[in-house]
């Protein structure tokens, strides 16, 4: 039932956008007789996916997550994708002032308290979250090492004719595919030039997040000031994406830091605090714990996991991210982030700042208690289509689009229920066709919708900052069809902007 309502959308929007959405491509990108011309296409397909392997952009098989003896090419767009230059540049120029907001917003308990009180009442997840918050808040520290190794997630909205950059959201705890976006430049470019498009291949940038995102870890692995303290990434026990993160770890031992990689349960089995809360793990100092698993409720397999997670943000081990840094990414800080006044708060002398970063946010709506949470229960449920219903949830999959909302609000609209979600305008970016090249899945000419990711990294030591940059990009592209959902969902695949 659901799918046929799928197909039949999907069709009425092919309908809708045969010409304009290929006319489009055409004076904008890829023309559209080399998207048409299936011999070429077929050719292409198989020589990317051979540059693929060849310049590792690779993953894991979901047949053998845990095992590199067979692995396969990550799922990636035949093609690059159009994206205008001066909202790319916007998206990049911006990175640092956001990097700045997280940074600040983590400091200011007060906020964070009001922000998600709530929250914390209705979603377990977030307040499991919030109360090791709490009890470190309450716990005296030296001066603390703050790492932050981010993304911002943008749409291009073209809704009302103009485009603009509007944020999805901010990703402040395992933010993925800095390494293997590293490497998609290029399989696009020698795509591009088999083609026959050597001045579009010129255009495909570097890119290269991941020696960033390891700039910012071997800086804090130097603060912490122990040569023979190391760097543990803290993984989940399915690693399929596991080459997105040794590319990063590759880049600090190459600069001779020691990485090892542990789970929840080899934290709590072997993990301890000494008395001055250095933080071992078999025998190791760890001096910085990357966090690349956490972020979801299943990660915390039981009790146990939470109280690993307690140990690692007691101690004085260098944490990326910080609790209250995890917490500043959650949706309802976003929404909070996006009402009058606030912004000016956290940067009181820098009303260009706050200019700059509210011109990317999209309409964020309270579901709280109370009138104005009334009314945009109201707003959301006579016109859900402009809407996305957001819960405190990460990793993709778990938004609501369309009549779903209405159903849900029209259970949950009186009930406290409510609160655990966030309502956020839907953005409407402008469609592309393009090939998506995913294991087993043959590749057809789609309609597709891009979302362009923004590396941030800084490092502060008390009240110094001693690192604060924009480290790379990241292009994501899904079949239209799909409202929702990552690379690591196998919804969305890696492409990269085609600056026009
Ligand atoms: P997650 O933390 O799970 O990645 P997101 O907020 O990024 O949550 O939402 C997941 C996906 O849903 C996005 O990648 C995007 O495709 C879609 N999405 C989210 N918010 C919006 C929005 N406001 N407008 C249009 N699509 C959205
Ligand atoms: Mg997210
Ligand atoms: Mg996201």
Redesign the pocket.
């Known amino acids: 039932m659901d799918m046929l309502k799928l197909e039949n959308k999907q069709l009425s929007l092919d309908k809708q956008f045969s010409l304009t959405g290929l006319m489009s491509m055409a004076s904008r990108g890829i023309p559209e007789e080399l998207l048409r011309n299936e011999v070429l296409i077929k050719e292409l397909e198989e020589i990317a996916k051979d540059s693929a392997l060849l310049h590792g952009v690779l993953m894991r098989t979901k047949e053998s997550p845990n095992s590199s003896e067979v692995v396969s090419y990550a799922p990636f767009t035949l093609f690059p994708t159009p994206v205008p230059t001066v909202l790319f540049h916007q998206a990049l120029e911006i990175a640092t002032h956001f990097n700045r907001l997280i940074d600040r917003v983590s400091q200011s308990p007060r906020f964070l308290e009001e922000a998600l009180a709530s929250t914390i009442k209705v979603d377990s997840f977030t307040a499991k979250l919030f109360n090791i918050y709490r009890q470190v808040q309450q716990e005296p520290r030296d001066t603390p090492i703050v790492l932050g190794l981010n993304r911002s ?1 943008y ?1 291009i909205d073209h809704a009302d004719g103009k485009e603009a950059l509007k944020q ?2 901010i ?1 402040t705890i395992a933010a993925s595919f800095g390494g293997l976006s590293s490497r998609t430049p290029y399989v696009h470019r020698h795509i591009l030039k088999v083609a026959d498009r050597l001045e579009e291949s010129k255009l495909i940038l570097d890119n290269s997040p991941a020696a960033g995102l390891a700039k910012g870890l071997a800086l804090a692995w130097e603060l912490y000031g122990s040569q023979r303290a190391v760097v543990m990434v803290l993984v989940e026990d399915v690693q399929r994406n596991i080459y997105d993160h040794r590319y990063v770890e590759n880049e600090l031992w190459a600069r001779n830091i020691r990485v090892i990689r542990r789970q929840f349960e080899d934290v709590s089995r072997s993990g301890s605090l000494d008395q001055n809360k250095r933080l071992f793990v078999d025998g190791q100092e760890i001096a910085v714990v990357y966090f690349r698993n956490g972020y979801m409720p299943q990660n915390y397999k039981s009790e146990q996991s939470w109280e690993a997670r307690l140990m690692m943000e007691r101690s004085c081990a260098v944490k990326c991210p910080d609790i209250s840094t995890h917490l500043v990414g959650t ?1 309802k800080v976003q929404q909070e982030l996006a009402r009058p006044g606030v912004l000016e708060s956290f940067f009181p002398d820098e009303p260009e700042t706050v200019t700059r970063i509210r011109a990317t946010f ?1 309409g964020l709506y309270t579901l709280d208690m109370g009138e104005e949470g009334d009314q945009n229960v109201a707003m959301a449920m006579a016109k859900p289509d402009l809407y ?1 219903l ?1 819960p405190q ?4 999959g ?2 609501i689009y369309g009549d779903e909302i209405c159903r849900v609000l029209e259970s949950l609209k009186n009930s406290t229920e409510r609160t655990a979600y966030i309502l ?4 409407q970016p402008r469609p592309t066709y393009n090939y998506l090249c995913r294991k087993g899945d043959p590749v057809t000419l789609k309609m597709c919708l891009s ?1 362009l990711g923004v590396f941030g990294a800084y490092v502060r030591r008390g009240t110094e900052v001693l690192m604060n940059e924009c480290v790379g990009h990241l292009l994501r592209t899904k079949y239209a069809e799909h ?4 690379v690591a969902a196998g919804v969305a695949v890696l492409d990269n902007p085609l600056l026009i």
Do not use: F, L, T
Not at 393 to 396: D, I, L, S, T
């Open positions: 997630d749409m999805i959201e990703n949706k999209a996305v957001k949830r990460e990793g993709g778990n938004n956020m305008d839907k953005i979302e409202a929702d959902g990552g």
